[in-house]
């Protein structure tokens, strides 16, 4: 099972880009990476999925460096509303996809 | 589209009390849900996997007889925690993935129930 490793906290101020490192140094061939953000007593909600290389959407971009060792989930021009925690997690067929959670990274966007 | 909603939202009962909780795949279909645990300043911990129509895979550290999970239909799943004591207290959310189960799939997750026992 890969385990993913992220900064416990980060700050970052409103309008700034803000960029989050999330190593996983045993990914296996077929594993994805995905990204979740969860708002306080609510449930995670998907951000995004990659396989390499860059995927982009309407919320944010995800880095994948071809040893797919780490990845970087890179949120645009953060707002208040973007104060939550997110959680960096690899999905495996061998655990039959399922979704391990780490203690993820506080995001506190500061205005 | 890909909504999972919980039922109840948050619930309060006496310490040993049964509590069933619902997850339901709103406008897609699930063989596979999945629930978890969450405690206060706390990450999300996988309890127990539900297949549709047949026994639910448990985690290690997490009690079967505790946590009865039924997985009857394609949108609907049930925890029940039975004999519930305080230090059951959490938030339990679920997460249900769309059919065809490829791995590249992504989870959908319920808004979560906040379970109190006193």
């Known amino acids: 099972l890969a385990k993913t490793t992220q900064p416990i906290s980060m700050d970052s101020y409103e309008g700034q880009e803000v960029n989050i490192t999330c190593s996983h140094n045993n990914i296996a061939t077929n594993d994805y990476i995905t990204w979740y953000q969860q708002f306080p007593s609510q449930g995670p909600r998907f951000i995004i999925q990659?396989?390499?290389t860059k995927v982009t959407n309407e919320v944010a971009s995800l880095f994948i460096p071809a040893d797919r060792k780490s990845s970087t989930l890179s949120l645009p021009r953060v707002s208040l509303s973007d104060t939550a925690v997110y959680y960096c997690?690899?999905?495996?067929?061998?655990?039959?996809?399922?979704?391990?959670f780490g203690q993820g990274t506080e995001l506190s966007v500061k205005p | 589209g890909a909504v999972v909603s919980q039922h109840p939202s948050w619930v309060i009962c006496k310490s040993g009390t049964s509590v069933k909780i619902e997850c339901r795949s709103l406008d897609f279909q699930a063989t596979t849900m999945f629930w978890y645990r969450q405690f206060p300043k706390q990450s999300l911990m996988l309890m127990a996997t539900?297949?549709?129509?047949?026994?639910?895979?448990?985690e290690q550290g997490v009690e079967k007889d505790k946590f009865l999970i039924n997985h009857a239909s394609l949108t609907l799943s049930t925890l029940t925690v039975t004999s519930a004591h305080p230090e059951d207290s959490s938030f339990y959310i679920c997460?249900?993935?769309?059919?065809?189960?490829?791995?590249?799939?992504?989870?959908?997750f319920g808004p979560g129930t906040r379970l109190l026992v006193l």
């Open positions: 997460s249900a993935r769309p059919l065809p189960q490829a791995l590249q799939e992504t989870q959908y």
């Open positions: 997690l690899v999905k495996s067929r061998n655990q039959g996809g399922k979704l391990i």
């Open positions: 990659g396989y390499k």
């Open positions: 539900s297949n549709e129509g047949s026994k639910a895979t448990y």
